[in-house]
Nanobody, 119 residues
Framework: QVQLVESGGGLVQPGGSLRLSCVAS????????MKWYRQAPGKQRELVAR???????NYADSVKGRFTISRDNAKKAVYLQMNSLKPDDTAVYYC?????????????WGQGTQVTVSS
């Protein structure tokens, strides 16, 4: 089994910054893509950022230039640096990993961490 544990969420004022972390544990041999999604109340879950095993990145248009995704393969971790936060960034943020446990790649999700941007 693979567990993803997120941390770093919280309450921040508009214009502020937060750094989310997600660490994988359990029977992880390798991780392919890692992503951050978010879901605001009453809205569908949306992809925020993606990073491949080769460190290629993609971002949602709404966060380009403000958010940066990175990973540390040795620590089996992915991070999301969020700057210039806006109230519209308020959501539960979920970590995703495509992980190899010895048989095949499977999709794994974290439990989510709340980010609230408000004055």
């Amino acid at each position: 089994q693979v567990q993803l544990v997120e941390s770093g969420g919280g309450l921040v004022q508009p214009g502020g910054s937060l750094r989310l972390s997600c660490v994988a544990s359990g029977s992880v041999i390798a991780i392919n893509d890692m992503k951050w999604y978010r879901q605001a109340p009453g809205k569908q879950r949306e992809l925020v950022a993606r990073i491949t095993i080769g460190d290629s990145t993609n971002y949602a248009d709404s966060v380009k230039g403000r958010f940066t995704i990175s990973r540390d393969n040795a620590k089996k971790a992915v991070y999301l640096q969020m700057n210039s936060l806006k109230p519209d960034d308020t959501a539960v943020y979920y970590c995703y990993a495509e992980a190899w446990t010895g048989s095949y790649y499977e999709d794994y999700w974290g439990q989510g961490t709340q980010v609230t941007v408000s004055s």
